[in-house]
């Protein structure tokens, strides 16, 4: 049985691999034969609007992923820098107000300056906070716990700047494909001067969108890089905040 469905994958993406060809084999040799009856000239065959979209649907449906993926990188190296600050993610009120309760025994008002002051570094004092009545060793490995998840919640979100990262090149290859089929079938079915021009516009619109796909993929991945070595380095401060805050409860009496 599972031979049988491996069988059939196989098929059909032969199938769909074999369609794809053909249909792109297809739109290539009509847009050569479009170029051939209207004589366009290299400089227009060149212009960054017909690399656009006088290479066929499959070249157009590329280069509007391309712009989406742009646009989703430049999104998340936003939401990056203004989510991972440290002014956002370590509050100096909130370390001041729990650092005076916690000096006068009061976990109460320690816990309340957490609510008022809503951050991943009150999560993970809460957490702490939590397990004071179980000792210092449960409370250290809850801030620990807790320091990890609220890591895990800011990587997530700068995560989408590698996807970007890696789409965006592997899109820049599937333009460059598309360019060079469209470079064979005008070299097969173009003549004289419109040739030149068709295989102008398939050789621009290769290396255009590798260009594209290279120029979303260095910022992303750099974005990606420090954004994420700066929020792992903040999450390890507000650890060591954490359990430099609640040292003064290991042999203090604290007021319920």
Not at 6 to 28: E, I, M, Q
Not at 29 to 38: C, D, I, K, L, P
Not at 79 to 105: F, H
């Amino acid at each position: 049985m599972k031979r049988l469905q491996n069988v059939w994958r196989k098929s059909a993406l032969l199938a769909a691999l074999l369609v794809t060809s053909g249909s792109v084999s297809a739109w290539a040799q009509e847009a050569a034969a479009a170029g051939a009856e209207g004589g366009i000239s290299v400089q227009e065959a060149t212009s960054f609007y017909n690399v656009v979209f006088g290479c066929g649907v499959i070249n157009l449906i590329t280069w509007i992923a391309l712009f989406a993926v742009s646009l989703a990188t430049v999104a998340f190296i936003i939401d990056g820098c203004l989510t991972i600050k440290r002014q956002k993610l370590i509050p100096g009120e909130l370390i001041n107000g729990v650092k005076d309760s916690l000096a006068n025994g009061d976990l109460a008002a320690a816990t309340a300056a957490c609510q008022v002051n809503p951050s991943p570094l009150s999560r993970i004092l809460q957490a702490g906070f939590g397990n004071v009545q179980e000792g210092y060793d449960v409370t250290r490995e809850a801030v620990t716990s807790c320091a990890e998840m609220e890591n895990e919640k800011l990587l997530q979100r700068v995560s989408y700047l590698n996807v970007c990262g890696q789409i965006g090149p592997m899109l820049g290859l599937l333009g460059t494909v598309i360019g060079m089929v469209l470079a064979f079938a005008s070299l097969a079915t173009a003549a004289g001067a419109s040739k030149a021009a068709l295989l102008a516009v398939a050789i621009s619109t290769a290396l255009w969108t590798t260009v594209v796909g290279l120029l979303i993929a260095i910022p992303a991945l750099l974005a990606y890089t420090l954004l994420k070595n700066y929020a792992t380095r903040l999450i390890l401060e507000m650890e060591s905040t954490v359990l430099d805050l609640i040292k003064v409860l290991r042999n203090a009496e604290v007021q319920q």
